[in-house]
C-alpha cells in the first residue's frame, strides 16, 4: 500500500525498503538484509500467535446449529449490527469510489489503448497460473497429509506439515521474491521470466488459502468414507470420479477462484520483475499514480477491480458447475 501511493522516507516500510535495495539501488546485499530483517519480525508475530491462539478443529461447527449467548438480547443484535454495517462501510466506500472515479474518468481513452488490454490478458494469466498451481500444490500436500493422520495415525506431523505449507501468509510476497530474484540472477536474465517468476511467487503466497479451504473437505471425506472404499475396492480413478471429486468440487471452485482473483489484481510480485515489455494491470495503476495520473489511475483501478472479479465469478463457476452443495 505504501509503496502503491508513494509514502516517502518517514513512511517507508520494510517492503518498500527491500523494493527500492533491489529495483532502484540494485544493492543485493542490503537487499538480503532487509529480507532477513523482515522474515525475523514476521516470524516473531507468527511465534506470539501460536503461542497464545487456541485452533478449534475445522470442522468444529460442521452440521450443527450454533446461537450465541448475547445474541439473545437486543443489546447484542444491535452491537451486531452495528459491526457489520461499519465493516460494510469501510469496504464498500473504497469500492464505491473506484466505481465513480472510474466511470467519470476517461473510460474511452484508456480503453482504446491497446497496452491496457495486452497488459490485461498478462493479468488474468499471471492469476490462472498461479491459481492452478497453488491448487496443484496444495492438493498434493493435503493427500500426504490426510493419509498421515487418517492411515498413518500421526495426526500432529499431518498438521504441523499443513502448518508449514501455511508459512507465506506470515512471509511477505517481496521477500519471497528477493529470494527468487537473488537465487536466480546468476543462472538466468530474470527480467526476461518476469510472468513466470511472478507466477511463482503469487502460487506461494495464495497456496495457504487452498489449504484452509480444501484441506477440511478432503480429511473429512476420508473419515467418512475410507473403511467403505477400502471394503468395495474403490481406488484410484473410481474413486475420484465417484468420491472425491463430487464431495470437493465446490471447495476446489472456490479455493482456484480465491487464488486466481488474488494473483490476478497483485502487485508486489510483478513490481520486483515486471517492464515495460511485461506490465500487468496492477504496474499500470502503480505507474499512473507515481506520475499523479489519478484519472487516468482510476479508471485502471476500475478495470482491475472488475478483472478480478470476473475471474473469481467465471473460475467459480466453470469449476463448480450448477449443483451447490
Given at each position: 500500500v505504501v509503496l502503491a501511493l508513494g509514502g516517502g522516507p518517514r513512511s517507508t516500510t520494510l517492503e518498500v525498503a527491500i523494493y527500492q535495495a533491489l529495483r532502484l539501488e540494485f544493492d543485493l546485499t542490503r537487499t538480503v538484509m532487509l529480507a532477513l530483517m523482515q522474515m525475523a519480525v514476521c516470524a516473531g508475530i507468527a511465534a506470539l500467535m501460536f503461542r497464545f491462539a487456541r485452533p478449534s478443529p475445522s470442522n468444529a461447527t460442521e452440521e450443527r446449529h450454533t446461537q450465541r449467548p448475547d445474541t439473545v438480547s437486543m443489546a447484542g443484535r444491535t452491537g451486531d449490527a452495528i459491526v457489520l454495517v461499519l465493516g460494510a462501510a469501510f469496504v464498500a466506500g473504497p469500492l464505491a469510489a473506484i466505481l465513480i472515479s472510474g466511470v467519470t474518468g476517461p473510460l474511452g481513452v484508456v480503453l482504446a489503448r491497446?497496452?491496457?488490454w495486452a497488459a490485461l490478458l498478462r493479468s488474468v494469466s499471471v492469476g490462472l497460473g498461479a491459481g492452478f498451481l497453488a491448487l496443484l500444490l496444495g492438493t498434493a500436500l493435503l493427500i500426504t497429509t490426510r493419509d498421515m493422520a487418517i492411515r498413518g495415525a500421526r495426526l500432529g506431523r499431518a498438521d504441523r506439515m499443513e502448518l508449514a505449507g501455511s508459512l507465506t501468509l506470515v512471509?511477505?510476497?517481496?521477500?519471497?521474491?528477493?529470494?527468487?530474484?537473488?537465487?536466480?540472477?546468476?543462472?538466468?536474465p530474470v527480467f526476461d521470466w518476469a510472468l513466470p517468476l511472478a507466477t511463482l511467487v503469487n502460487a506461494m503466497v495464495t497456496m495457504p488459502y487452498v489449504l484452509r479451504v480444501l484441506g477440511p473437505v478432503l480429511r473429512r471425506t476420508a473419515e467418512h468414507h475410507d473403511r467403505l472404499c477400502a471394503s468395495l475396492g474403490m481406488a484410484g480413478w473410481s474413486r475420484l470420479r465417484h468420491l472425491e471429486w463430487p464431495a470437493a468440487r465446490q471447495a476446489v471452485a472456490t479455493s482456484l477462484a480465491l487464488a486466481a482473483a488474488l494473483a490476478t489484481g497483485d502487485l508486489t510480485a510483478i513490481a520486483l520483475f515486471g517492464t515495460e515489455r511485461e506490465a500487468t494491470l496492477a504496474l499500470l495503476l502503480y505507474r499512473a499514480l507515481g506520475s499523479y495520473r489519478m484519472d487516468e489511475a482510476a479508471v485502471l483501478a476500475l478495470l482491475l477491480v472488475m478483472t478480478c472479479l470476473a475471474v473469481f465469478v467465471v473460475v467459480e463457476g466453470v469449476?463448480?458447475?450448477r449443483s451447490r452443495t
Open positions: 491497446g497496452d491496457v512471509m511477505s510476497p517481496i521477500v519471497l521474491g528477493a529470494g527468487l530474484f537473488v537465487l536466480l540472477l546468476p543462472l538466468v469449476v463448480g458447475g
